[in-house]
């Protein structure tokens, strides 16, 4: 059972982010990663230890606050460690009519093998995951969004549907490369 107004673990929040999905965003940045990926630009998140517990309702007045937001961004660290506290503060978001992002170092497929419910019911409510590690090999300042070439921007609800990674389209995000 979820508690009704649990704990999050944050290592920080950023209110009005333009570089974490489209629009003005509140980002908010989960204590807590155990990948390690070499070239991590956020390794002071990673410790599961540290950083502010914060309720889902605290964090949620931020989003309340800000009439300008068009959605909410959750980072981190990994923010699918807190999955199961993540939930309430998701249907919030989704019931406010705003969007919500996700950023993951875990690749769709892997949490589809997992299968943590958790996650998934997490899932439901997101509408487009940015998955996968930090590759430092393959990284680019190019990239909208992401710092990798091997992370994906992903259709959350079609993923689900097919089971399979499916791509938000460029159209539908408003990015138009040169
Ligand atoms: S998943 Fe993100 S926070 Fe975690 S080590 Fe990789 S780049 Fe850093």
Known sequence: MIPEDPLLRIAGIVNDSIVDGPGLRLTVFLQGCQLDCPGCHNPQTHDQNKGDLQTVSSVFSLVKANPLLSGVTLSGGEP???????????????????????????????????????????????????????????????????????????????????????????????????
């Open 80 to 178: 699918l460690l807190q999955a199961k506290a993540l939930i309430p503060l998701a249907k919030q978001v989704k019931d406010a009519g705003l969007n919500l992002y996700v950023y993951t170092g875990y690749t769709f497929e892997q949490l589809l093998s997992e299968s943590n419910s958790d996650v998934m019911t997490l899932l439901r409510y997101v509408d487009v995951l940015i998955d996968g590690p930090f590759v430092l090999a393959q990284k680019s300042l190019s990239l909208p969004f992401r710092g990798s070439r091997n992370q994906r921007i992903l259709d959350v609800m079609s993923s689900l549907k097919e089971r399979k990674a499916i791509p938000v389209s460029d159209e539908a995000w408003g990015y138009h490369p040169d």
